[in-house]
T-cell receptor, first 115, second 114 residues
Framework: GENVEQHPSTLSVQEGDSAVIKCTYS??????FPWYKQELGKRPQLIID?????GEKKDQRIAVTLNKTAKHFSLHITETQPEDSAVYFC??????????????FGTGTRLTIIP | NAGVTQTPKFQVLKTGQSMTLQCAQD?????MSWYRQDPGMGLRLIHY???????DQGEVPNGYNVSRSTTEDFPLRLLSAAPSQTSVYFC?????????????FGSGTQLSVL
């Protein structure tokens, strides 16, 4: 089955600096990669996703890049703010195989923004 | 819409006890799933359902049962609780996982098994 590795497990950055979280996946057939944010004591929520026919996607201060050859994808947060402090999870899924409904998550990155 | 509703929010069980975690959604979602969240382990899929009457196993199904008699409800049953099942449980639903519609998560159930 799919294996998703996420690094780093914890990350502290100064407010206003950029943060980068990286994930690698094992199944070359995987072609959908969402990112979820979980604030302390809250439920995970989707913040951005990318499909394999796109190399990069941006939404304001958040961007995701994908390298299918190397089988890794990254979350980039620019101009970080205190409200960006949370646990971030990457995930992957093979959407080419109809009937495969399993979304595999990484182990999470705890991001702390230092004021 | 209330979204995805999970009950209870907290539960303490003794080893060997049984219980059911409830999950309901009012968004007419086809897809429903249960995850457990453990420190350093991320979110691991327990069971999922692509529609009423259809369920399948995820990554860590042992010790858990599910059923999907209606579109709205997807209860998770622990038949004989074990300390290894101490975790935070999330129910999540999606209009259609095949279309990669986003997952909506419930607020979670913190379960302790003594």
């Amino acid at each position: 089955g799919e294996n998703v590795e996420q690094h780093p497990s914890t990350l502290s950055v100064q407010e206003g600096d950029s943060a980068v979280i990286k994930c690698t996946y094992s199944d070359s057939a995987s072609n959908y990669f969402p990112w979820y944010k979980q604030e302390l004591g809250k439920r995970p929520q989707l913040i951005i996703d990318i499909r394999s026919n796109v190399g990069e996607k941006k939404d304001q201060r958040i961007a995701v890049t994908l390298n299918k050859t190397a089988k890794h994808f990254s979350l980039h947060i620019t101009e970080t703010q205190p409200e960006d402090s949370a646990v971030y999870f990457c995930a992957s899924r093979d959407i080419s195989n109809f009937g495969n409904e399993k979304l595999t998550f990484g182990t999470g990155t705890r991001l702390t923004i230092i004021p | 819409n209330a979204g995805v509703t999970q009950t209870p929010k907290f539960q303490v069980l003794k080893t060997g006890q049984s219980m059911t975690l409830q999950c309901a959604q009012d968004m007419n979602h086809e897809y429903m799933s249960w995850y457990r969240q453990d420190p350093g382990m991320g979110l691991r899929l327990i069971h999922y359902s692509v529609g009423a009457g259809i369920t399948d196993q995820g990554e860590v199904p042992n010790g858990y049962n599910v059923s999907r008699s209606t579109t709205e409800d997807f209860p998770l049953r622990l038949l004989s609780a074990a300390p290894s099942q101490t975790s935070v449980y999330f129910c999540a639903s999606s209009y259609s996982i095949q279309l990669n519609e986003k997952l909506f998560f419930g607020s979670g159930t913190q379960l302790s098994v003594l």
